[in-house]
């Protein structure tokens, strides 16, 4: 059960990392918000969905050691991607969210 | 033109020919691989006297004894068998003896019964050997299969060479353009995201079995010389895990319980990896010899990518390590990348990423056979159109063709009785004969429907998909919420699947009829462009 709820929590990481970098092009964060964004605003958004990745990634490594743990973050990342790539096309307006949270935190 | 767009036109060419030429037997590899992933659910629903619980502690000399009592009246020499897991709980056992050669038993390792031959090779005895040897004459299909993935590599390295915007459309998927774009799209998608996965699910099953292939020059001058098979093939040894066959005494002794060497190898591997560890699988040498051997091996470590690794050989009469084998650095990275292929992971989640990850193998390699047929169907039309006929008919064939004989394998195996026989050939052999006809047939039919093919197989699909499920309940009583019920949550998770496949392929089928029907009206005036002209 912690195995299955820690890899919840990584994925839900790679996921919104994910889709963040996703976001962080306009072409993408277009369909999810029908306004342009700040170059700078779009560089933090990048870094900070990296940063995510590299989150998901440390909590499959510290879990399950690094052979195993690179698999597993391995096969979470291409999932969690293909998921967004399906929800940026099907239903983008549901990131909206993600966005934002973002640009409030960046206005304060 | 600059040397760089030369090169880059060098690499689609490349990209589209290498692809449409490999792309059926990738289509094969990829598809079967992808299967086998759950092979041994497969097998429970394929052989439903196999749905049983696991054992709660197996008694491995019990199931020895179960194997060895097999054949009565014979000296038996070997014998070998996997211990029983919640996935394989069903032992299935080989022996070697002197009259009766080698035999496979199937043994209930709860009570020790011998149970009936299997009546189908379901999962790991069809959909695995194909994904491997593609079930082709003599070493051919290994051959194949090897070109077939070295070809692949290619692709995925001139994929991403050709791929103009490889980051800028990385999530880029625009399902309501034309097909012509939608394909492309998905093709990139697939092939962008999950290159990583695929470069390495198909580096790792090259080097899963380098053995064989080192060993070809070998087992050549041996063929070319009319010599036995070489046993000391150097390169293949250092890379190889197996261990060598010892010799028999000629005296008979009394062997110690196989309990006590599983314990004592399980033992010495907890102490020198700090965990639990459980042996898997167990062979036995000279049964019955004052040189009796007995071999604990662990396969495949619960949750960590190792296969192959671990190996302990214990004199059978006194107990004594013969041989504990510390794998060589070449041998621990080959143990990795087996582990990684292999996925005999406990960890059920991770069989389920890696069966996403087949599909999405599959969903490439179909949508960029749909791509190119798109593109060039109106130029050809006028140009060359026998070309563009042949490929579509070897796409169709490939992709839906090979889902649809999958499914008619599923199909006849609930509807023929298990000891069925049609002019000699038993069940498992029809059923295998069956499928490689149906895959036959669905090339002829996209040969002569061309691009309607499309549809009608995604109805057959849908069609198959749902009469498996049917054929599932009636002939077993297993229906999905009976599963559910009972903890069968293989049978349950095959019946899951079958019935999404269903609803997908009748959706497909439905738009793609809705598209026929408005093309053609417009084709009424305009001209006989078929369904994909895009």
Redesign the interface.
């Known amino acids: 059960m912690a195995?299955?709820l820690l890899?919840l929590v990584a994925g839900a990481f790679t996921f919104i990392g994910g889709s963040q970098i996703?976001l962080s092009?306009s072409?993408?964060s277009k369909r999810v918000k029908d306004e342009a964004f700040a170059m700078r605003s779009s560089t933090l958004l990048r870094w900070c969905g990296v940063a995510l990745l590299c989150l998901g990634f440390g909590i499959c490594i510290a879990r399950?050691?690094f052979?195993?743990g690179f698999?597993?973050w391995?096969?979470?990342?291409?999932?969690a991607?293909?998921a967004?790539?399906?929800v940026?096309?099907?239903y983008p307006k549901t990131l909206k969210w993600l966005l934002a949270e973002w640009r409030q935190s960046i206005s304060r | 033109m600059t040397p760089h767009s030369d090169f880059r036109a060098a690499m689609t060419w490349l990209h589209n020919w290498v692809g449409i030429f490999i792309g059926t037997v990738s289509f094969a590899v990829f598809w079967m691989g992808t299967l086998t992933v759950f092979s041994y659910e497969i097998d429970k629903w394929m052989l439903p006297e196999t749905r049983i619980e696991l054992a709660d502690a197996p008694d491995p000399d019990l199931i020895f004894d179960s194997i060895v009592s097999s054949v009565p009246n014979d000296r038996v020499m070997d014998v070998s068998f996997r211990l029983p897991t919640s996935r394989e709980p069903v032992v299935n056992g080989l022996l070697f003896a002197e009259r009766a050669g080698f035999k496979r038993v199937r043994i209930d390792p709860r009570t020790g019964e011998q149970l009936p031959e299997r009546g189908s090779r379901a999962g790991t005895q069809f959909i695995y050997p194909m994904h491997v040897t593609l079930y082709l004459p003599g070493n051919w299909g290994w051959w194949i299969v090897l070109f077939a993935s070295l070809s692949m590599l290619l692709l995925l390295i001139s994929g991403v060479i050709i791929h103009r915007k490889l980051f800028?459309d990385?999530?880029?998927?625009?399902?309501k353009r034309k097909l012509r774009r939608s394909s492309l799209d998905l093709h990139n998608?697939?092939g962008a995201?999950?290159l990583?996965?695929h470069f390495?699910i198909i580096f790792s099953g090259l080097v899963v079995w380098a053995g064989f292939y080192a060993s070809f020059p070998w087992t050549l001058i041996d063929q070319v010389a009319k010599t036995e098979v070489s046993t000391t093939y150097d390169l293949a040894d250092a890379y190889s895990y197996y261990p060598s066959e010892p010799e028999p005494a000629g005296t008979t002794a009394e062997m110690l319980p196989l309990s006590f060497a599983i314990a004592r190898a399980e033992a010495i591997w907890t102490d020198r990896y700090n965990q639990t560890a459980k042996a898997d699988f167990i062979a036995v040498h000279n049964v019955g010899d004052a040189n009796a051997r007995i071999d604990v091996h662990r396969f495949f470590p619960k949750?960590?990518?190792?296969a192959f690794r671990d190996f302990i050989r214990i004199d059978g009469i006194s107990g004594y390590v013969v041989e504990d084998r510390e794998a060589s650095a070449v041998q621990a990275v080959r143990s990795?990348l087996a582990g990684?292929h292999h996925v005999q992971?406990e960890?059920w989640?991770?069989r389920w990423?890696?069966f996403?990850?087949g599909l999405?193998g599959c969903v490439m390699i179909g949508s960029g056979f749909i791509f190119w047929t798109a593109s060039r169907r109106r130029k050809a039309d006028e140009r060359d159109p026998l070309k563009v006929s042949f490929v579509t008919a070897v796409s169709i064939g490939s992709t839906t063709g090979l889902i649809i004989a999958t499914g008619i394998f599923f199909v006849i195996n609930r509807l023929l009785p298990t000891e069925f026989t049609f002019l000699e050939l038993s069940r498992p052999a029809i059923e295998m004969r069956v499928f490689f006809a149906v895959w036959a047939i669905t090339f002829l039919h996209s040969a002569v429907r061309q691009n309607n093919a499309w549809r009608d197989q995604a109805l057959a699909i849908a069609v198959i998909s749902a009469l498996a499920i049917i054929l599932n309940w009636v002939t077993t009583g297993d229906h999905v919420l009976v599963s559910i019920s009972e903890g069968l949550w293989a049978v349950a998770g095959m019946d899951a699947m079958l019935a999404l496949t269903a609803l997908l392929s009748a959706n497909i089928a439905l738009q793609l009829n809705s598209t026929t029907d408005r093309r053609s009206g417009k084709e009424r005036t305009v001209s006989s462009d078929s369904l994909i002209g895009g």
């Open positions: 195995d299955l890899l996703a092009q072409q993408y399950n050691g052979s195993f698999i597993l391995l096969l979470l990342l291409v999932s991607f293909f967004i790539v399906l940026l096309s099907f | 800028t990385f999530f880029t998927f625009r399902p998608v697939t995201i999950f990583p996965f390495l949750n960590r990518s190792e990795w990684f992971f960890f989640v991770i990423l890696y996403l990850g999405a």
